[in-house]
């Protein structure tokens, strides 16, 4: 089960490289990737190029691609190489990557020789990109952190694998009828992925339900699990190439198969469904994406999927150490796992029962080796998001976890009991077990002891941490959290979503912004440049005629693109108040509609995402925002002064195109519930100015952009926790505000819904009755804060002089400084790039 054929890395490794990154060599690169995007369509597609479909071309164009990136992977990995350094493991249920072939053209500096390749045979690269399909194997920002954590730790040079399942179906696609959502089956794979190796050979058995055995070995009690059931979980590897093709990590997805294809004894008997009942059964395991963001789904099948790919992945990581280093002892010396969010917890008693129950390691020892190895990201403070599993499930699927879970627990309580003796409140609040309510793991508490590092995703976020759920293990383990503000890869969410903007900033500080975006604060001097302002806005109105047409192609909308793009783009949830957005939208449409000759700046409301299918609050939302859209966009009296589109499903593709045309980014959240997001730095990066409340990294997007250049309003989180404490009341909120009553009461009396007049009742009556996330109290601060906007976007020069500022001093949030402080502080790695 070796990763690589030995003999074919030994064969490359004697071959030279081929020199990538260099687009000086442009005309010759062009021409020898032009015959190798042949030879693919011909002798790997099967196709000539007067009968290729652009999909060909793609999969010709990233076959071609990817053996340039194979050369390197192979070398890297080769058994001669030097001593292998240490690894880190990063074990996600989600990772978003989108579509790949721009991600590695970019970084292998062959964007330019592709284009030219193409235009030769005819063939126009953006097209080519766009028949990718968008790989959507996560939910939102969790899952898109895990796709710029591979892109960056292969750019600085830290030795990778990520973990996580091939789903088979992605997140679902959504459509709108009538303004609902509508969920349907997405299907990355049907036409196969150009950038995978299947693994067949590399396979592991994960087991399921069974029971558990003590025997005696030599006169020591010995635990036996003899599962009831068995999956296969089979390798497909993505290789992940670095900046300027300096290294390649694997993205090694696992894929469950069934040991058995089909049951002959059934299939004899004519029972041919039957004959394959079991297989369709087990193999459902990586069937689909749990499609929720921010609830734990709950059921028996996700449990599974965490079970299988934290199973397979461990399994996978301790044979390579042994094969590397032969001793299990010295697995922290060599390998870091980390655990975005709690998702891959149960990795921390797999690999207990691993070093216990089939290597003999004794109980003491495995625990310093499994806490030297774990490490532990939390992602959410929310209480309905915090996972935990019934205690009868998990002793019917895994009973020898289960034991060592309760041991783990014991061992965990005694030492709580000897730091503060006779303190119950803190055993209850520390245990692994929740006693409230039917007995639960929570799974919180397991990540966070079973790891040495614990770690919130934002300075607030890990403040809240200590503060909240994780109070007094923080008082136990004092020293165990620490923070990791979230970052992007500039590589996507810059250079190749924005290649307008890219040039003009590559102009101004030289192109070794691409290497170290702190550059960017060169561009600070120029702030108040004419020159500059007129450069920057010629490239935004261009991406805003771009973005304007597919609003007309997906809504049949026209917007003006010399409007304010005030965009909201994110998860569709409560927390994040995209309802906040719509009320301000009415209080403004009724404002027009009072004055409808005052001078009234053109504005454009953009929002897209997706909503969990059972959320039904969210789905009403999605319905209110386009029932709003229809009103006002088809409203004579508004002249097209507002416009508001909802455009449909939300991915890092329409991402790309979205971000690079907003000048105003939504970032509205209760403060205290968004841990750190990262759409808000995407948008920073490229111009878009702020609006938002103190929460998540908005608090440190405004201490590097200044006070002067974001719109902050609101309550603070601390204000948030006194007012709840208090007992907030929505009424005195509403009797308070004039503009906000009208405009609940036009939505609560059909307004926007004369079809059916009472479908927001419940909604609002709702908001009024239990305001949880606190909508009515910031109205009248966001209403305020907009009509800043408004001033600003009067006067152009200062609009621009501030949103270079935001350009310039938003490079701290690339996840390359992330991951290098993950390698320094987390992991214990050394990063061997340059850019280190
Ligand atoms: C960045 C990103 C997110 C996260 O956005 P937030 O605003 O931080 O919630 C979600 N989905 C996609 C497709 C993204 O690119």
Redesign the pocket.
């Known amino acids: 089960m070796n990763d690589t054929p030995t003999a074919l890395a030994a064969d490359v490794a004697r071959r030279p490289v081929r020199k990538a990154g260099s687009e000086a060599s442009g005309t010759t690169d062009a021409t020898k990737l032009r015959q190798e995007i042949l030879a693919e369509l011909t002798y790997s597609v099967g196709r000539s190029p007067e009968t290729a479909s652009t999909r060909d071309w793609f999969v010709a164009t990233a076959l071609a691609v990817r053996d340039r990136i194979v050369d390197r992977w192979l070398l890297e990995h080769a058994p001669d190489h030097a001593r292998p350094r240490k690894r880190v493991y990063y074990l996600s249920l989600e990772f978003?990557i989108?579509r790949l072939l721009f991600d590695a053209l970019h970084n292998l500096g062959l964007t330019d020789a592709a284009r030219e390749a193409l235009a030769g045979l005819g063939v126009e690269l953006d097209r080519v990109r766009e028949a990718e399909p968008d790989a959507a194997l996560g939910?939102?920002?969790l899952?898109?952190l895990a796709a710029c954590f591979m892109d960056s730790m292969a750019s600085v040079g830290v030795p990778a694998f990520g973990y996580g399942i091939r789903y088979d179906h992605g997140l679902f696609r959504q459509g709108m009828r009538d303004g609902w959502q509508q969920e349907y089956p997405e299907d990355w794979l049907s036409f196969g992925n150009p950038w995978e190796f299947a693994h067949p050979e590399i396979d592991y058995a994960i087991g399921f339900g069974g029971y558990v055995e003590q025997i005696n070995s030599g006169g020591r009690a010995k635990h036996v699990w003899r599962p009831a059931e068995k999956v296969d979980a089979v390798a497909f590897d993505i290789p992940v190439v670095g900046w300027r093709g300096k290294h390649v990590n694997t993205l090694r997805l696992w894929s469950a198969r069934a040991p058995d294809p089909l049951s002959l004894a059934a299939f004899n008997r004519g029972d041919y469904v039957g004959a394959l009942a079991d297989r369709v059964r087990v193999e459902s395991i990586s069937k689909v994406l749990y499609p929720s963001d921010e609830t734990p789904a709950g059921q028996e099948l996700r449990l599974r999927q965490e079970y299988f790919f934290a199973s397979a992945s461990l399994q996978d990581l301790v044979r390579r150490h042994l094969e590397e280093h032969g001793d299990l002892g010295s697995l922290p010396d060599h390998v870091a796992i980390q655990l975005n969010d709690t998702h891959p917890a149960i990795a921390i008693p797999e690999l207990m029962r691993i070093l216990i129950d089939l290597h003999d390691v004794p109980w003491a020892e495995a625990w310093l080796i499994t806490v030297g190895t774990f490490s532990y990201t939390n992602h959410t403070l929310l209480p309905e998001a915090l996972e935990s599993w019934p205690l009868p499930l998990m002793e019917r699927l895994l009973p020898r976890h289960m034991q060592i879970i309760y041991m783990i627990n014991a061992l965990e309580l005694e030492t709580a009991r000897g730091k503060r003796p006779g303190d119950d409140g803190l055993l209850s609040s520390v245990s692994l077990i929740d006693e409230n309510g039917g007995r639960r793991v929570r799974m919180g508490v397991l990540a966070f002891i079973g790891s040495h590092k614990v770690n919130g995703v934002s300075a607030l976020h890990t403040d809240l941490m200590k503060q909240t759920v994780f109070r007094d293990l923080h008082a136990l383990h004092p020293d165990r959290i620490v923070n990791k503000t979230n970052g992007?890869t500039f590589r996507r969410w810059l250079a190749q979503a924005n290649p307008r903007l890219t040039k003009i900033l590559i102009e101004a500080v030289g192109p070794e912004l691409l290497d170290d975006p702190e550059r960017l604060e060169l561009l600070l001097p120029m702030a108040d440049d004419a020159g500059l302002h007129d450069a920057l806005l010629n490239a935004r109105r261009e991406n805003k005629v771009a973005l304007a047409k597919i609003i007309a192609e997906r809504n049949d909308v026209w917007v003006d693109p010399d409007a304010l793009f005030d965009v909201q783009?994110?998860?569709i949830h409560e927390y994040?108040r995209q309802l906040l957005n719509i009320l301000e939208t009415v209080a403004v449409y009724n404002a027009i509609r009072a004055q409808p000759m005052r001078a009234w700046m053109p504005r454009v409301k953009i929002f897209a995402?997706k909503a969990a299918a059972s959320y039904h609050q969210a789905k009403l939302i999605i319905k209110l925002a386009n029932d709003v859209a229809r009103i006002v966009n088809s409203d004579p009296t508004v002249r097209g002064l507002l416009k508001v589109a909802f455009l449909p499903n939300?991915?890092?593709s329409?991402?790309e195109a979205i971000i690079p045309a907003a000048d105003l980014s939504e970032?509205i959240s209760t403060a205290g519930t968004?841990a750190?997001?990262?759409?808000?730095m995407?948008l920073a990066l490229n111009g878009a100015l702020t609006i938002g409340t103190l929460d998540g990294a908005n608090v440190e997007i405004r201490e590097r952009v200044g006070d002067d250049n974001i719109f902050i309003f609101g309550l603070t989180a601390q204000e948030v926790q006194a007012r709840k404490q208090r007992g907030f009341n929505a009424h005195a909120a509403v009797e308070a505000s004039p503009t906000l009553r009208e405009v609940l009461d036009s939505i609560r009396n059909g307004v926007f819904s004369p079809d059916d007049p009472s479908r927001y009742r419940g909604l609002i009556d709702g908001l009024l009755d239990n305001d949880v996330f606190l909508v009515t109290a910031d109205f009248d601060a966001y209403f305020d804060a907009q009509r800043s906007v408004y001033r600003l976007w009067r006067d152009k020069s200062a609009w621009m002089s501030a949103s270079v500022k935001n350009t310039a001093q938003v490079g701290w949030f690339s996840s390359d400084r992330t991951i290098l402080e993950y390698a320094k502080e987390i992991w214990n790695v050394q990063p061997s790039s340059d850019l280190a």
């Open positions: 978003l989108g939910n939102g920002g899952g898109r992007i783009i994110k998860r994040k995402g939300y991915n890092v329409l991402a970032q968004e750190s997001g990262t759409g808000n995407k």
